[in-house]
């Protein structure tokens, strides 16, 4: 008779779960790959470049069919330097994206739980916005120049070697990364995108508006114009004013002007991240 030998068998080891930790650059690299899943940045992108671009050339050609001796055509420099008064809301609506779009589908909620502390969040979206904001404004005014240029000659397109037109090319992508910017610090303040999209456009262009004609009303308007957000913002990507009607508000210098603005976006910011901390997602 044979007898079966009892097997004993080793306990199978316990596997250890090993997590990496949470460092500002992989929450970076994580924020990098949502951004670039929504369809929205695509279309950002490719309306941003189309509106800079189609307003150049309309300038362009306006500029060759104008009178010569009519004193009003525009030239080179206004050719390049006017698209990014309407990048600026394509921008708005992409920094408000970015954040609103995650609380309208409760992906915020898996993302916090990730990311505990919260602010290296806002921070990381903070710096892809302003970064893509800022080559999306560099590469619109080149591919302007580049498209008005032959319509123009060199005659009458914008002097690259001229300071004022290479302030142009830099100072659109720094007004358009802080538009961004803006944008993305309304967005997490208010959490809703219809509200965060018409707060941020009403701030950027309705605002200046509302104040030109409060200006009938008293000086205190006339003085603050200068310092509204886009006012003051916009002067960085704008030929600098030499002279000024009598009456009206005297334009703050390109540096100034951005750096009051900027005040504006560390503000806003500065209020979502404190308001990120304490909220429920």
Do not use: C, N
């Not at 695509?42 to 300038?59: E, N, Q």
């Not at 006017?82 to 394509?90: D, E, I, N, R, T």
């Not at 456009?201 to 508006?209: A, E, K, N, Q």
């Not at 009456?247 to 002007?257: I, K, R």
């Amino acid at each position: 008779m044979t007898s079966h030998a009892e097997v004993t068998r080793a306990p199978a080891p316990a596997r250890t779960l090993v997590t990496a930790p949470v460092t500002f650059p992989r929450v970076l690299h994580a924020e990098w790959i949502e951004l670039w899943s929504l369809r929205s940045t695509y279309w950002t992108v490719l309306a941003t470049l189309v509106a800079m671009v189609l307003i150049a050339s309309l300038m362009a050609v306006a500029a060759t069919v104008a009178p010569p001796d009519s004193g009003t055509a525009p030239d080179g420099t206004m050719a390049i330097g006017l698209g990014y008064s309407f990048a600026q809301v394509v921008v708005a609506v992409l920094g408000t994206l970015v954040v609103t779009g995650e609380h309208s589908t409760g992906r915020i909620r898996s993302t916090l739980a990730a990311v505990p502390r919260r602010v290296p969040v806002l921070a990381a979206k903070a710096v892809l916005i302003a970064a893509l904001s800022f080559v999306l404004g560099v590469v619109g005014v080149a591919l302007s120049f580049l498209v008005s240029y032959p319509l123009l000659g060199s005659a009458a397109a914008a002097d690259l070697s001229d300071p004022q037109v290479q302030r142009l090319f830099w100072g659109t992508g720094l007004y358009l990364a802080g538009v961004g910017l803006l944008g993305l610090g309304i967005g997490a303040l208010l959490r809703h995108t219809a509200g965060a999209i018409t707060a941020t456009l009403g701030i950027l262009l309705m605002l200046s508006t509302l104040v030109q004609l409060l200006m009938m009303t008293s000086d205190w308007f006339t003085r603050m114009y200068p310092y509204l957000p886009s006012t003051a913002g916009e002067r960085i990507a704008t030929p600098e004013v030499t002279t000024a009607l009598a009456g009206a508000p005297v334009a703050l210098s390109p540096w100034t002007g951005y750096a009051v603005f900027m005040a504006y976006v560390v503000l806003a910011l500065a209020a979502a991240a404190l308001l990120l901390r304490r909220r429920d997602a």
